[in-house]
Structure formats: C-alpha cells, structure tokens
T-cell receptor, first 115, second 113 residues
Framework: AQSVTQLGSHVSVSEGALVLLRCNYS??????LFWYVQYPNQGLQLLLK??????LVKGINGFEAEFKKSETSFHLTKPSAHMSDAAEYFC?????????????FGTGTKLQVIP | NAGVTQTPKFRILKIGQSMTLQCTQDMNHNYMYWYRQDPGMGLKLIYY???????DKGEVPNGYNVSRSTTEDFPLRLELAAPSQTSVYFC????????????FGPGTRLLVL
C-alpha cells in the first residue's frame, strides 16, 4: 500500500520569497514520485518527477524537489515565488516500475502568492 | 497535437439521468485513466485502461462504466446519476510502460441535482 501526505492545504508566500511545499510518502517498495500543478479551471500538468538516479530533481518554472529516502519526503521548493506560481500543487507516488501500478495523489496544497 | 480533450466542459444532470463523458487523446498513448476530483480529497482513480479492449477498476468504480474500443477514445458512462457523483472528472493518458508522465485533459464539471 502507498500513501501521500501533503502538509498544509493552503500556503501563502510573498512574491520573491522561498516556496516550500511539503510532501511525505509511504510505500512498501521503492517509489516513483511526482509533483503536478493545477492552474484554475485546468487539468494537472507535470512539474517534475523522480524515478531513479539523482535525488535532486529539477522541473519546469524553476521548481525543484529532493527525494530523501531516510525522511520519506519529496518536498517541492522554488527560491523566489512569482505571481504566476499561484496554483494548486499535488504530490503523487507510484510503486516500483512496472505495468499499470496506479498513482496515488495527495490532497493538494493551494499556493497563494501575495504581491 | 491537441493532447487530451474532454467534452462536455460542464453539465447539470438530474438524479437518475444518464450521460457519457467523452475523452479523446491524439498522442497514440496506450494507457488511459479516469479520475474524479473532490475538494480537499485529491484525485481518485475511477477506471483505467492499458490498451484497446482492456479496462479495469480503480479505487472508486461504483456507479460508472467504461469502454475502450479504440486507442484514442475512453468514454466514461454514468448510468443512474446520484448527487454523490457531483465532481470534476479528469481524463488522463500515459504513453507506455516506462514512461511515467500522465497528460491530463481540462476536465468536465458535473453537477447532479
């Protein structure tokens, strides 16, 4: 079984400030990990993913996340928030590769960027 | 490429009515998925398909049916609409085994009254 916990359903940051969105997962096997972003009235879009290799993963729009196995975490960061980053962010986990293992999504974190 | 398209964008149904949510992808992806999104609940998998003619249940399949007669299309059928099916429905596709990115459609907002 696998699960994802996103700490904080709403996060507010000032424009230019650090963005930190927290994600912890549980998985009985090595996981694949994802961050998706959802802008208002749109579908989800992949920001970044960790499958194998380097634990620090860079994504689109200046976001990055680090896979920390010892902490079972995959927190999303961006050094400087922009107004266009306001959206809902979903962390997701999938068991080890193979076939049609399903992806489990977290409940989402809404990011508000204050001018 | 249009990617993943969904119709309609919005629909109001009366309790007991039926409808089909359409999903089409033009990327020749093997895998397709239907999710529902409820406020504060994330996305829940309803049904998925690994190729034409092959479908399987996800976490919350009750009240829904699917078919996959072609690679491109993956319609979701609601037979007897209930208020609990009020939600936003997303279709997604994934290329193949080993390619993990899912591509999502813009969603269908359904209100059952």
């Amino acid at each position: 079984a696998q699960s994802v916990t996103q700490l904080g359903s709403h996060v507010s940051v000032s424009e230019g400030a650090l963005v930190l969105l927290r994600c912890n997962y549980s998985s009985s096997v090595p996981p694949y990990l994802f961050w998706y972003v959802q802008y208002p009235n749109q579908g989800l879009q992949l920001l970044l993913k960790y499958t194998t290799g380097a634990t620090l993963v860079k994504g689109i729009n200046g976001f990055e996340a680090e896979f920390k196995k010892s902490e079972t975490s995959f927190h999303l960061t961006k050094p400087s928030a922009h107004m266009s980053d306001a959206a809902e962010y979903f962390c997701a986990v999938k068991p080890s590769p193979g076939g049609y293992q399903k992806v489990t999504f977290g409940t989402g974190t809404k990011l508000q960027v204050i001018p | 490429n249009a990617g993943v398209t969904q119709t309609p964008k919005f629909r109001i149904l009366k309790i007991g009515q039926s409808m089909t949510l359409q999903c089409t992808q033009d990327m020749n992806h093997n895998y397709m998925y239907w999710y529902r999104q409820d406020p504060g609940m994330g996305l829940k998998l309803i049904y998925y398909s690994v190729g034409a003619g092959i479908t399987d249940k996800g976490e919350v399949p009750n009240g829904y049916n699917v078919s996959r007669s072609t690679t491109e299309d993956f319609p979701l059928r609601l037979e007897l609409a209930a208020p609990s099916q009020t939600s936003v429905y997303f279709c997604a596709s994934r290329q193949r085994e080993g390619e993990e990115t899912q591509y999502f459609g813009p969603g269908t907002r359904l209100l059952v009254l």
